[in-house]
């Protein structure tokens, strides 16, 4: 079972779903203790929130492995914090699918830590990595209280290079196409939410700086 898909778990178990007997303030107070043993519980995603700090160092430098926070080649030249930024919200709602009607309800937090894709010439010689990291953070709608606590996320994965990366590119798998795919994946696991269609949630976005 998944990290968050515990907390929400344990969530319910400790009363967030209970009857109306339980008292809002514990219903909504954050996960304390050791989690509980529980069967799968359905989450309803409501909202979807990416931040991307302006903290985070981009790098424009063509070597093989940019000193930067954030290396993104594949848009133009431009805010490359908004550029990763509508990766990730693409990438989440479609991971994501609209959650489950009538589950738990909960807000999906994301800030992206780093997100370093391949400069120029690594891409079209040795390729390498594509290092991505973030944190997760679900929040009841209501009250805004973290569920539980934020979780680091790794989603880094292989990078194809040189003649691998032309073919790709000829196919329609860019760099961008590659990591909002994968993003997805990893989110959709993240979340414990079952393998099936996504469902379009770009809609109901909700984005802060």
């Given at each position: 079972m998944s990290y968050l898909r515990l907390i929400a778990a344990a969530m319910l178990g400790l009363g967030l779903s209970a009857c109306g007997s339980v008292d809002t303030a514990t219903r909504n107070a954050p996960l304390e203790g050791p989690a509980l043993q529980a069967a799968a519980v359905p989450l309803d995603i409501q909202q979807i929130r990416v931040t991307v700090p302006k903290s985070l160092k981009v790098s424009e430098a063509n070597s093989y492995y940019p000193m930067g926070d954030i290396v993104w080649r594949e848009d133009a030249p431009g805010d490359r914090h908004a550029q990763v930024k509508a990766i990730f919200e693409t990438a989440l709602a479609?991971?994501?699918?609209?959650?489950?009607?009538?589950?738990?309800?909960?807000?999906?937090?994301?800030?992206?830590?780093?997100?370093?894709?391949?400069?120029?010439?690594?891409?079209?010689?040795?390729?390498?990595?594509?290092?991505?990291?973030?944190?997760?953070?679900?929040?009841?709608?209501?009250?805004?209280?973290?569920?539980?606590?934020?979780?680091?996320?790794?989603?880094?994965?292989?990078?194809?290079?040189?003649?691998?990366?032309?073919?790709?590119?000829?196919?329609?798998?860019?760099?961008?196409?590659?990591?909002?795919?994968?993003?997805?994946?990893?989110?959709?696991?993240?979340?414990?939410?079952?393998?099936?269609?996504?469902?379009?949630?770009?809609?109901?976005?909700?984005?802060?700086?």
């Open positions: 479609r991971g994501v699918g609209g959650g489950v009607p009538g589950g738990m309800p909960a807000v999906l937090d994301v800030q992206v830590t780093r997100f370093h894709a391949l400069s120029e010439k690594a891409r079209y010689t040795i390729g390498g990595m594509h290092t991505i990291q973030f944190t997760v953070t679900l929040r009841n709608p209501e009250t805004g209280v973290p569920y539980g606590p934020a979780k680091p996320v790794k989603a880094s994965f292989k990078a194809y290079g040189g003649q691998t990366a032309i073919a790709a590119e000829q196919r329609g798998e860019t760099q961008k196409v590659r990591i909002t795919d994968h993003l997805a994946k990893v989110i959709r696991g993240e979340l414990g939410l079952p393998a099936r269609a996504p469902t379009d949630l770009v809609a109901a976005l909700s984005v802060t700086e």
